[in-house]
């Protein structure tokens, strides 16, 4: 809308802008926001889809090494057991304290709880799975046995 200064008679500038809608020139057309909004949300989807697997892939495993190491941890925790295996009359078997029994039960479920997850780990959990047999039942003469024990300790000392 234009107004006329009277002081001047000419044209004054406008109190307030004029809308071009009202000029009678079309409105600019706005821009689309599918675009922006398709980018956001494949951006989201495929952010989410990577996190996701990494999360995945990495917590798998490292749990299993994790229980594996508590579990040679622990066996070596037990400490030296007597192998009276070669003793042609073993003499009284020594018992053992309550505490070296926990951390034997503790090394067989953490290495079956590794093999649950990572069957690699099989073979470990098999050694201390008799390992744990022998010591439970106080038979430290017992030749698998032992060789058990021989076998977890080797394959604790490559993980």
């Not at 020139?25 to 706005?30: D, V």
């Not at 999360?55 to 190491?69: I, P, R, T, Y």
Request: hydrophobic share 40%.
């Amino acid at each position: 809308m234009r107004t006329v200064d009277t002081g001047t008679g000419t044209d004054a500038a406008p109190d307030f802008e004029e809308s071009s809608a009202g000029s009678g020139e079309p409105a600019a057309p706005q821009p689309s926001r599918r675009l922006l909004v398709l980018s956001a949300v494949a951006g989201f989807v495929l952010g989410g889809s990577v996190l996701g697997l990494l999360w995945g892939l990495s917590g798998v495993h490292a749990g299993a090494l994790d229980d594996a190491v508590a579990a040679c941890q622990a066996l070596d925790r037990v400490g030296e057991l007597p192998d009276t295996s070669r003793d042609a009359q073993p003499s009284l078997t020594p018992g053992l304290s309550a505490e070296r029994l926990q951390r034997m039960t503790a090394a067989r479920a953490l290495s079956a709880a590794a093999a649950q997850v990572n069957a690699n780990y099989q073979p470990l959990a098999d050694h201390i799975d008799g390992v744990s047999r022998m010591v439970l039942s106080l038979h430290f003469n017992d030749i698998s046995g032992q060789r058990h024990l021989t076998e977890a300790k080797e394959i604790c000392g490559r993980i």
